[in-house]
């Protein structure tokens, strides 16, 4: 099912359809502020099971993100942080990054794993954050990789849609997205580490 929707106006029926979906166990791909993620509740085994498979890799050992709705949910998955780390996640988020930080003990029930790290990530996009906020907990993402090695990220949600429509349960279309990922921090030594360089710059949120 392909679900157009507009950023500065999310229907709010068609969100709850959304919601629905993924309480149920679906998978879905949809807008960031950056590339289009496939999604589903983190809560759902078989759904990261699904997506673990359509990328071919055992979900114990996929580098997947949580996508939140603020900072709220960080305690819920990761160990205390610093305030250092606290103090740029708040500057920079919500943005076009990814902190990977020191996960507790309720992320390797998760994924049936022994995870020690876990990726957050709060876009600036109101359709994913509505999702997250609707759902009530973070939804387990990864990027949508396009096959052609000289566009890495697919951008059109119609084409999404195309190649994705028999194998996911909802493409979300809001509008087109971008080509660059999101930087990735690693925040879980003493020093930050850009681990990927991405769309967002830290200086730019000084």
């Known amino acids: 099912m392909l679900i157009k929707l ?11 359809q959304i919601v629905e979906c993924l309480k149920n ?13 496939m999604g589903c509740d983190i809560f759902q085994h078989k759904a990261v099971e699904r997506i673990a498979q359509i990328k071919g890799i055992r979900p114990e050992k996929a580098n997947f993100s949580f996508i939140c709705y603020d900072l709220s949910h ?14 740029l996640m708040k ?5 076009p990054f990814t902190y990977i930080l020191n996960a ?14 876990v990726g957050i990530r709060i876009p600036d996009n109101s359709i994913a954050r509505e999702i997250v906020n609707r759902l009530g907990n973070p939804i387990m993402s990864t990027s949508i990789k396009d096959n052609d090695d000289l566009l890495q990220y697919t951008t059109d949600p119609e084409l999404i849609y195309e190649r994705y429509r028999d194998i ?39």
């Open 6 to 16: 507009y950023p500065e106006n999310p229907n709010p029926r068609h969100i709850g």
């Open 25 to 37: 166990g679906g998978i879905i791909i949809y807008p960031t502020d950056t590339v289009y993620g």
């Open 74 to 87: 960080l305690s819920d998955f990761t160990k205390q942080i610093s305030n250092d780390v606290f103090k």
């Open 91 to 95: 500057r920079t988020l919500p943005g």
């Open 104 to 117: 507790n003990n309720n992320v390797p029930k998760l994924f049936e794993s022994k995870k020690k790290t």
């Open 168 to 206: 996911v349960d909802i493409v979300i279309d809001g509008g087109f997205g971008g080509i660059e990922p999101s930087t990735v921090i690693d925040c879980t030594k003493e020093e930050f580490d850009i681990i990927r360089q991405g769309k967002g710059i830290v200086d730019d949120y000084s």
